[in-house]
């Protein structure tokens, strides 16, 4: 089968780290060309971090390029609280020979799809900043634009807030510029998100294994989450974004519905990806007072096993 052409947006921190690894790893993906935003660290950390992570992976030169340094309209926000100061938590690794591009990421991803002999796929792991610059900026990019996937929202419970997910709630504005342009989109949120985990036990023996690959992975991995100022940093495991490329490759591992999808941008409900899976017609319909949705593919269950068992095996890590 060939290979899918993909491009990545990404806000590299922990889990991002662990997509990138996948994403180079999977003989199934072309990655074309990385994008950065600010989002889970600095734009110039995630950068950093990004050329790092390719060190890892032992990459060919994959162009990066740095977008955005703050949402749309709401200022950056920290989530040092999660992945550390560094973006990589305890993770320290040695600064690379890698140079980002000359350019902005919008225009990297604008040469990169024109460029593309056949439809290229957007893989958004972070806040959607770059990606609705790029369609504002380039609409006409739309026809070899395959499809877009990204990590974000939910169709249940949040995490940034009671009702909104980190990625779509960092830039409300821009995930609802991306829905409504017309391509072909796949959500994949936190009720598949919080799924996807490896055994404390395998990430602790991929620590204190001989791949240093092995080793970034392992470390990644048993990250640990503190849930507020007083309670104790836990071990969660969790792939995060990595499952989204999971996801990509293999389909078939996952429940998912075309469903109407509009992003709240006002009051509380500020970021929550409001997500209409209803069977019958409302009153909202029937007295005229509903706004167009977008249809959306959104990811609803998983099998949680065959999708860590995809990561740990593409990256040759078998289980201990």
Do not use: K
């Amino acid at each position: 089968m060939p290979t899918i052409p993909v491009i990545l947006d990404v806000d590299t921190g922990v889990d991002d780290a662990l997509a990138i690894l996948f994403a180079v790893a999977h003989p199934d993906i072309e990655v074309l060309g990385i994008s950065c935003v600010a989002g889970n660290a600095s734009l110039e950390r995630v950068v950093e971090n990004t050329l790092r992570i390719l060190d890892v992976a032992d990459a060919p030169d994959i162009p990066v390029a740095a977008g955005a340094r703050r949402p749309l309209i709401s200022p950056a926000r920290s989530a040092s609280h999660v992945h550390g100061e560094s973006g990589l938590g305890t993770v320290h690794l040695p600064p690379s020979s890698r140079t980002p591009e000359p350019v902005n990421a919008v225009e990297l991803m604008h040469r990169l799809i024109s460029e593309s002999a056949r439809p290229v796929t957007l893989v958004a792991l972070a806040p959607q900043t770059n990606l609705a610059l790029l369609l504002r900026q380039y609409p006409d990019l739309a026809e070899n634009i395959e499809r877009i996937v990204f990590m974000g929202g939910s169709a249940s419970v949040g995490n940034a807030t009671a009702v909104a997910e980190f990625n779509v709630w960092h830039d409300p504005e821009a995930a609802a510029i991306v829905l409504d342009a017309g391509i072909p989109t796949f959500m994949y949120g936190l009720d598949v998100f919080n799924q996807v985990a490896i055994d404390r036990e395998v990430a602790t023996a991929l620590e204190d294994g001989d791949s240093a690959q092995g080793r970034v992975v392992g470390a990644l991995l048993t990250n640990r989450v503190a849930r507020g100022e007083s309670s104790v940093a836990e071990y969660t495991g969790l792939i995060g974004d990595a499952g989204a490329i999971c996801a990509l490759v293999d389909p078939q591992a996952l429940s998912t519905r075309m469903l109407p999808v509009r992003v709240e941008l006002t009051g509380y409900g500020r970021g929550q990806t409001i997500v209409d899976q209803r069977s019958r017609v409302g009153e909202d319909t029937l007295h005229g007072s509903i706004d167009s949705w977008a249809a959306v593919e959104v990811a609803l269950d998983l099998d949680a096993p065959r999708v860590a068992a995809l990561f740990l095996d593409t990256l040759g890590l078998s289980t201990p």
